[in-house]
């Protein structure tokens, strides 16, 4: 039996960090997909084992299923309608049995990933047989939300083979869960982030679940309605980060100062309280489109200097920053920072020479410039036949 399923990526338009901390934090879902496919071994396969194929960086994972019950024995027992924590013990021993695949130095953030497919497949599906295939349209580690998409995908694709979800297969194509489904998937891709970030908000993976634009504050979600069509330029500094760092230092930095740090995390509240009632409020002419992106881009320039005040601004990002200000557009990181990606407001009314030329000079810099769809479904599953 083989169930796929796809979780977009996410760009953080107000509040990234300062959500860890419980401010208000808007985000949208992008047209950038993770694809999950797990097919279940039958008898005749006459096939014991768990793989896993990560095609994004090119690794693949295989174990008997006998090991997993042996590294795992808590995790296959527990029940897939209650998702759990992986305890940090558990982390170290999946980690111990890693270094049996020798992961390049290089690409070793993908542990993390690996612990977490481990924690969510057994947790939901036990200790069965089964191929799973990841692959993914988004880049990896670079602020738009990978990890999440890995994780709500992931959940999605075993749930669906759980008995702990009901989803109409008898549909054509992609088919979305139900509410309560959706929700039970993020709260299982939320135990998945927690191991990659450490502390996760709970913000990537609820948009990339949920899809479309939300405003998100300590774990409650508002679905943000807007008839303004938001145009961003996402440009990819490729300069490689690792949210978990960046998270801790963050609240390190918090620990060290926490009065001033708790200013910058409330002026952030403000801002992104701000972002999401511009966009919420029905626009007509064009004259208001040209206020709202005035004001959006203030918020905008604020947010970057707050990120800054945390620490997590890059001088790839800064390079951004000026080279977009050079065509009057204005800025901002995405995501967790320290490279990565940044967002680029593109008015409704800019001509598409001044985009070129802002595209080209970046490109220029050694970055890489994308325009994604933004606000798109969340998590979807599909099947594909019996065998
Ligand atoms: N397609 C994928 N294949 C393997 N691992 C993935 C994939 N997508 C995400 N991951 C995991 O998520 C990590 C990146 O997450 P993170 O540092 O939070 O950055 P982001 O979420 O912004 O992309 C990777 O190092 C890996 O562990
Ligand atoms: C920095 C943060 O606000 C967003 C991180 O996003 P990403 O993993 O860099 O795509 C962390 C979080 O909210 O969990
Ligand atoms: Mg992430």
Redesign the pocket.
């Known amino acids: 039996m083989e169930v796929r399923s796809r979780a977009p990526g996410?760009i953080?338009l107000a509040g990234?960090?300062a959500?860890?901390h419980g401010s208000a934090?808007v985000a949208a879902s992008i047209g950038l997909y993770t694809s999950v496919s797990v097919r279940l071994s039958s008898p005749n396969d006459n096939d014991d084992t768990l793989t896993l194929h990560l095609m994004d960086v090119g690794l693949e994972f295989s174990w008997p299923v006998g090991r997993i019950k042996e590294m795992l024995p808590d995790s296959v027992n527990n029940d897939a309608s209650s998702p759990a924590t992986c305890c940090e013990e558990t982390t170290k021993l999946i980690l111990t049995a890693l270094k049996d695949f020798k992961i390049p130095d290089a690409k070793i953030g993908i542990a993390s990933g690996v612990i977490a497919f481990l924690w969510l497949y057994t947790s939901i599906l036990g200790n069965k047989a089964a191929k799973v295939i990841v692959s993914s349209e988004l880049p990896l580690g670079a602020?738009?939300?990978?990890?999440?998409a890995f994780c709500v995908s992931l959940s999605g694709a075993l749930l669906a083979l759980s008995d702990s979800v009901q989803v109409d297969f008898d549909q054509e194509g992609w088919v979305s869960f139900g509410e309560k489904d959706q929700q039970l998937a993020n709260r299982w891709a939320f135990e998945g982030?927690k191991i990659i970030?450490g502390k996760?908000?709970?913000?990537?993976n609820t948009v990339s679940t949920f899809g479309n634009m939300i405003k998100f504050k300590s774990g409650v979600l508002t679905c943000i309605k807007s008839n303004m069509t938001l145009k961003m330029l996402i440009t990819n500094t490729k300069v490689g980060r690792n949210?978990k760092a960046?998270?801790a230092g963050v609240s390190e930095r918090k620990n060290r100062h926490p009065d001033a740090m708790t200013s910058v995390f409330t002026a952030v509240e403000f801002i992104s309280n701000e972002f999401a009632s511009i966009i919420q409020t029905t626009t007509c002419s064009d004259d208001e489109v040209v206020e709202k992106e005035q004001r959006i881009r203030e918020l905008m320039e604020m947010n970057q200097g707050l990120l800054q005040c945390m620490g997590v601004s890059h001088a790839s990002i800064e390079t951004v920053l000026q080279t977009t200000c050079k065509y009057q557009l204005t800025s901002k990181l995405t995501?967790?920072g320290g490279g990565?990606c940044v967002l680029t407001l593109l008015p409704a009314l800019l001509s598409a020479t001044v985009i070129d030329k802002v595209i080209r000079e970046l490109e220029q810099c050694g970055f890489q410039c994308l325009i994604a769809e933004i606000g798109g479904n969340g998590l979807e599953c599909r099947f594909d036949g019996r065998s």
């Open positions: 996410k953080i990234e960090h959500v860890v934090a602020g738009l939300g990978s990890s999440a982030e970030h996760p908000s709970g913000i990537d949210t960046l998270v995501g967790a990565g």
